[in-house]
Structures are given as C-alpha cells and as structure tokens.
C-alpha cells in the first residue's frame, strides 16, 4: 500500500502554524546561545535531535537571551524565481503532480508575481517546451493573459509590498500574499491553454473548430492544419465552470488528433481561479521567520561577546514557573553583583567559586555595574549549592579573581529546558557590538 501527504494538509498544516502567532497561548521566541568557541571555528557542529541535547538542556546551558518572535514576523513564501530573458519556464498544469518543484512562477522587477500559463508557441504533452522566454511580463491588469511575441502567456498574480520586500523577500525566497487580491480570475475552471497529445494525420490543411463536450460552458477553440496534421491549438473563448472537457476534430478529414485542455483552478477544485487561493496554488508550504536583534535589545542581549547557535522556541516558561513567557525581550544568563579583586576576567573562560566550588562560563564583566554575566551555570543547572556571600571567584584562564556579594543574584529570564525547541542552528560566529543588529529570516517547510 502506498500513501501521499496531499498538498490541502501540507497547506492547511503551514497556516496553522503561521495562525498559532497571532494566539495569546502560543509565544515563540528567538533564542540565541554558544559565545564559546566551536573545537574547529570554521566548521560548527552540526545539531542533533537527541535527548541530550532536547531534554536534559543542552541548548539551554549556553542561551545568553531571546526575543518574541511577533505574528507580524511570519509569513507564507516560495521559492524565488527571477525572470531572465533567454530561459524555459515551466507552463501550470492542474494534473502535473510535481508543478511546485518547477519554475512557473517568476519574479519580475523585483516586485510583481507572474504564473506561466503557457511557455510557447507550440504545447505537445509529454513533451517539455524549449521555446525560450525573451518578452519579460509587465502588465499587472487582472484577469488577462496576454500572448507575448514569445509565445509565452503569463497571468499576472501579485505584488509584493515594499514592506514584504524588507520582511520577507530574500535572494532565495519570496512572499507569496495570504489573501485575495484584485488579480482573482472569475472564470473558474477556465481553459486557457490546450496542448496535443497526437496530431493525427490525413486532416485538410486549414482552420477548423474543435467539437466540445464537458461540464462548463463557452469555451472554443480552433486547430490550424499543416501537412494533414494538427500544428496548434488556439483558444477563442477560455469558458468557465470546466472539470472536465472532451474536445474532438470531426471535420476536415483524417483521424488520431488528440488533446489536453489545461483548467484552471475552480469547479470542484479547492482554489476556484487563478489568485483565488494564492497559497494554494503558489505552492506555500513555507513559512519565514523574520527577527531582528537590534543593539542590546534593552541591556536583556550581551555586544560583548559573539554567539555561534540560534534556535526557536515554543512556550518556554518564565523563571521558576510554569507560566508561559511572555515579555518581548529575555535575558538568559545569571547574573552576579561582584567586585574586582585582581587581574580581569576573560570572555569565555570558566570561573570557579572558592566556597560553593560552582563553575560557570563568563560572557560578560560590566565593570562600571560590577556585574558579572554568566552560562553553563552549576549553579543553575542545580548541581551545587548557590554562590556563597564574599567567596572568591577565580578565572580559569586568566587567573583573575573577583569576590561575589550576595543579595542581588538574578537568576535566567526563561525556565531552563520548559517549552519546545523548533529549530536549532549552528554557525560560525556573529560578533554583536552596540550599534549592530542582526535580521534573522528562518524558514520552515512543511
């Protein structure tokens, strides 16, 4: 027995998530993490599923901080396809069960979405075009589609915003528009285009109309005739209402012309016209996340130290709760008031509690707050006892040693290991500083 997961449930299971934003029970943030460096810095390590690294904290010991991913930072997108004359374009077909592997929509001038109902003069089915595409598609009038002097017909679909542009458009991805727009065709279950799939032989050479049969109204069409056999199919009226059509060549002599007519969305089809169901027909199984870290995100993120992993988390819980975060920005590392006893601490090396004998990772030392920044906490991890009043903490590396004063611990925004890791990369450095930030564009496939 074989199986297939339909497109409608990859679809419906893409805006699903993309809805679960936009819900007051369901927050996700941009956690990152690892200032330490990888053993080879140009090669990171790569992530893995696993329970060490899932459910006993792993990803959790190194976080420095996170950000709330809003539902205004998700959106639907699809593969980017620029538009460059002298290229063959895959032509939209309703029965062609890998059209959102093939290049059939383009971008044109960066900003307008075209679909490619046809790519040629000529359609033989079973057969792939070499007509290649040297008109570029320009016109952006609903519910048209023009025969370029290519032979290509293009329908446009939509534009995207110049605030998608910023948010969404990548060399790689483009926003695809979740809603309807003015580009609907209202001729469901339309027949643009009909392609051959035998041209038969002994036909008088001329023009002749095709004999229809089917279960929409008004399509027509006529077949030129040369050398006794069907050259091309031209579509006088597209219809509407088709889901099936059988089209026949009675007249004019001869026998074995066949054909394929192209339908539309619509009819008994979930999408009902081109742009009716943009997703749907776009192919929108993606969905981009787009988050910003601006400078030090009001003192929660460190810009003086770097990190190597960014992750995504589902409803990680506040500090020593149960209660789903909420607050926009997280800080993840425990911080110590302390005093500088000698020498100066360094990034990244481990400091060791003289008392307690608790260890932990240095990010950062705000000297002009005295307070010392911290991962891979023992303390917070609960294998030792906490910091002790006046003990004396001492750098690993650098020999320098600082005195812990007690009273003004604060301890992770976020409860380490609550909620559910999404996403996890690894990647060399990213180097933060106070007046850079960095735009993260994550995408999920579903």
Same mark, same amino acid.
């Given at each position: 027995m074989t199986a297939i997961i339909t497109n409608s449930y990859r679809i419906h299971n893409a805006r699903q %998530?993309?809805?679960?934003?936009?819900?007051? $029970?369901?927050? %996700?943030?941009?956690?990152?993490?690892?200032?330490?460096?990888?053993?080879?810095?140009?090669?990171? &390590?790569?992530?893995? &599923?696993? %329970? $060490?690294?899932?459910?006993?904290?792993?990803?959790w010991r190194d976080m420095i901080g996170a950000k709330k991913i809003l539902s205004t930072d998700v959106d639907t997108v699809v593969p980017r396809v620029n538009w460059t004359t002298g290229t063959v374009y895959d032509m939209y077909q309703h029965d062609d069960t890998a059209m959102f592997t093939k290049s059939f929509l383009v971008l044109a001038d960066g900003v307008n979405v075209y679909k490619c109902i046809r790519n040629g003069l000529v359609g033989d089915a079973g057969t792939s075009s070499t007509t290649t595409s040297t008109v570029k598609p320009d016109h952006v009038t609903p519910n048209t589609t023009p025969i370029e002097s290519d032979g290509y017909m293009w329908r446009f679909m939509y534009t995207v915003s110049s605030a998608n542009i910023t948010k969404y458009l990548t060399t790689s991805w483009m926003p695809v528009i979740s809603s309807t727009n003015s580009a609907v065709d209202t001729n469901i279950g339309s027949v643009h285009v009909v392609l051959l799939t035998a041209v038969g032989s002994g036909y008088t050479n001329g023009t002749v109309s095709l004999g229809v049969s089917g279960d929409g109204t008004g399509f027509a069409a006529n077949v030129t005739i040369t050398s006794n056999s069907v050259a091309n199919v031209t579509v006088t009226n597209v219809g509407t209402g088709y889901t099936q059509l059988t089209l026949t060549l009675s007249s004019g002599g001869g026998s074995g012309a066949t054909f394929k007519p192209i339908y539309s969305p619509g009819g008994k089809l979930a999408a009902r016209g081109h742009g009716w169901d943009l997703e749907e027909e776009c192919g929108g199984f993606y969905r981009l996340l787009n988050c910003k870290l601006e400078f030090g995100e009001t003192s929660t993120l460190t810009t003086s130290n770097d990190y190597r992993r960014v992750m995504v988390i589902k409803n990680p819980y506040n500090w020593g709760t149960t209660t789903i975060a909420t607050v926009v920005n997280r800080r993840q590392t425990q911080r110590l008031t302390a005093a500088v006893v000698s020498g100066t601490l360094v990034a990244d090396e481990t400091v060791t509690g003289g008392t307690s004998a608790a260890t932990a990772k240095?990010?950062?030392? &705000?000297?002009?707050?005295?307070?010392? %920044?911290?991962?891979?906490?023992?303390?917070?991890?609960?294998?030792?006892?906490?910091?002790?009043?006046?003990?004396?903490?001492?750098?690993?590396?650098s020999g320098a040693t600082v005195t812990y004063s007690a009273g003004t611990v604060d301890n992770p925004d976020l409860e380490p290991g609550s909620g559910l890791i999404l996403y996890v990369e690894n990647r060399a450095a990213i180097v933060r500083s106070a007046d850079q930030s960095e735009d993260f564009k994550i995408i999920f496939e579903f």
């Open positions: %998530f993309e809805e679960e934003f936009a819900e007051a $029970n369901q927050i %996700f943030y941009l956690g990152i993490g690892r200032p330490a460096p990888w053993s080879t810095e140009s090669s990171p &390590d790569t992530p893995t &599923d696993t %329970f $060490n690294q899932m459910n006993n904290g792993e990803l240095v990010v950062e030392w &705000d000297a002009a707050s005295t307070h010392l %920044f911290l991962t891979n906490s023992s303390v917070v991890e609960g294998l030792t006892t906490a910091w002790t009043n006046g003990e004396t903490l001492t750098g690993g590396t």
